[in-house]
């Protein structure tokens, strides 16, 4: 064991046994291993966990690499299946759809971007679009996967995929790889929090009669937010407002066929349903808002809408779509449902916690808690949320539906000024600027809003100093090569 310095964190209590709490605990153990720093996850039995949270972007593969667990145990134990991005269905409007595949989209040319000549050939009366430039788009529509090849041309090395999985299980089995690897666990629930004189928590009690110091608390409660809300209040910037949806409700059914490789999200009279098919079951879910739609009737929607009988008796959640004002106060962390909550539109909540976990990574304290180190974790973050935020909001606002009052409401509420901006630029030049690190590329700012029907006033006019035969050369070759992948995938 490493000796650790004077001053440094000792031991880190994560309360919550989700996906957010096994999650940190994996990672925090990996990144601390070698050093002597205890790490201890809370989880109430009573409680429970979330339970849904299925659908995820292809960063969790580097998650999991990153901390070493093998993908082949982690897609057996979950019962995952594989995604290759979301059709996004009666969205634009009814009866029409869009993909947001993952991967890389066609190539650089004379260094503008693909999607950018893809624009203005479109403008000259290219027919061809997202499906026949990315690969996975087009193994999605043809239900086929290959695994991406480096060596078997651009489109097959560009791809990238993520996965469906069951929560559930998940949590069970990041459990079994941080209790092997010395996490310790501790079945309890807390029912205060003992705080120092300066206003930082000091240890958890719990209703079994003990209790648990630690210098360093993350706080993985879900909803609640136990910590950062119930001992720190840091407060909650609630955004109903621009995401009205308040509640889900979630049930599974059998899975007849083939498991399509998207997550389907179709456009309802009052929100969204999503269909996540896993190896042995499907996932379905109905997010609504409740100022819009009954929830029985919520319920009678998705019921019709899955076309067969729930395994299980469907469940309903109630959120409130916002963040934390702080997702750090003194010596707490949130992280998972109890650091805010996005819709799952573009299963972000899980991706999230990577992204909160490698921050923390990057600014780990020491006791001092030095207060400038957590308002640059906190600002980080707030830049992160507030811009998925805005993707999410223009996947409503840009509808061109007007056929109930909940798409009259929501294509018709004022925006956030960032937002706004972004939808002007893209209007006047099909440009969507973006920060290197960003979650969303300007090429997934393309997928949508042209999706959703969005054209360039004036696309890039770069691209028309390009010579239009090289370039007409190019796209066929690229279109080429994604029907070859497409062939040559199973
Ligand atoms: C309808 C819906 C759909 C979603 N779909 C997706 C999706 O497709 N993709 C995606 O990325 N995300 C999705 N999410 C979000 C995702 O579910 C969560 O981000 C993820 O599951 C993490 O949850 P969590 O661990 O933060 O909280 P939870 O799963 O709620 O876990 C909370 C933990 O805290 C413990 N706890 C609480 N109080 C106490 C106490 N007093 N004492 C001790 N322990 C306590 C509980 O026992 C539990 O272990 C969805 C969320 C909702 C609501």
């Not at 994996?26 to 996850?41: E, F, K, P, Q």
């Not at 890389?104 to 004379?110: A, Q, Y």
């Not at 997550?263 to 009279?269: E, G, M, N, Y």
């Amino acid at each position: 064991m490493t000796q650790i310095e004077p001053g440094a964190i000792r031991s880190i209590a994560v309360v919550g046994g989700g996906t957010a709490g096994w999650m940190s605990a994996v990672l925090l153990n990996h990144a601390l291993r070698g050093s002597d720093v205890r790490i201890t996850v809370v989880e109430s039995a009573e409680i429970g966990i979330v339970g849904v949270g299925e659908a995820t972007i292809p960063p969790i593969l580097d998650f999991l690499d990153l901390v070493g667990v093998d993908r082949d145990m982690f897609v057996r134990e979950t019962q995952a299946t594989i995604k290759l991005g979301i059709r996004f269905q009666d969205w634009k409007d009814v009866g029409e759809h869009y993909w947001h595949p993952f991967g890389s989209f066609g190539c650089v040319i004379d260094r503008r971007p693909f999607h950018h000549h893809l624009q203005r050939a479109a403008a000259r009366g290219e027919p061809r679009g997202v499906v026949d430039f990315s690969l996975g788009a087009a193994l999605a529509q043809a239900g086929r996967f290959t695994p991406p090849d480096p060596k078997a041309g651009l489109a097959r090395a560009g791809l990238r995929y993520a996965l469906h999985f069951d929560a559930a299980l998940v949590a069970r089995t990041l459990r079994k790889v941080a209790e092997g690897r010395g996490v310790e666990r501790l079945e309890r629930t807390v029912v205060e929090t003992r705080r120092t004189a300066e206003g930082h928590v000091d240890a958890l009690v719990f209703r079994e009669g003990d209790r648990l110091a630690a210098d360093l608390f993350i706080d993985c409660s879900g909803f609640r937010g136990l910590l950062i809300e119930g001992a720190m209040a840091a407060g909650y910037e609630d955004w109903t407002h621009w995401l009205p949806c308040d509640r889900a409700v979630a049930g599974p059914t059998a899975l007849t066929g083939q498991a399509q490789l998207y997550t389907l999200s179709q456009a309802l009279d009052a929100g969204w349903r999503w269909r996540i098919p896993l190896q042995h079951r499907v996932g379905n879910g109905y997010v609504y808002s409740s100022r819009h739609i009954e929830d029985q009737a919520a319920l009678d929607d998705l019921a019709r809408q899955v076309g067969g009988d729930f395994l299980a008796e469907p469940r309903q959640l109630r959120f409130t779509t916002g963040r934390r004002k702080a997702f750090w106060k003194g010596n707490v962390v949130a992280l998972g449902l109890a650091s805010g909550f996005l819709e799952p539109l573009e299963s972000t909540s899980i991706h999230l916690v990577t992204s909160g976990l490698y921050k923390l990574l990057d600014h780990f304290p020491d006791r001092s808690f030095d207060p400038t180190n957590i308002a640059a974790y906190n600002a980080a973050l707030i830049e992160e949320y507030d811009t998925i935020r805005d993707f999410i909001l223009a996947h409503y606002c840009l509808s061109e539906r007007r056929d109930t009052p909940f798409w009259r409401d929501v294509t018709s509420q004022p925006l956030p000024d960032s937002l706004r901006a972004r939808i002007d630029l893209y209007r006047a030049s099909g440009r969507s600027p973006c920060r290197q690190g960003d979650l969303f590329a300007d090429v997934n700012w393309y997928y949508v809003l042209h999706g959703l029907g969005l054209r360039p006033r004036n696309p890039d006019p770069l691209t028309c100093l390009s010579d239009a035969q090289a370039v007409r050369g190019v796209l066929d070759q690229l279109a080429s090569d994604v029907r070859g992948g497409v062939a040559a995938a199973r």
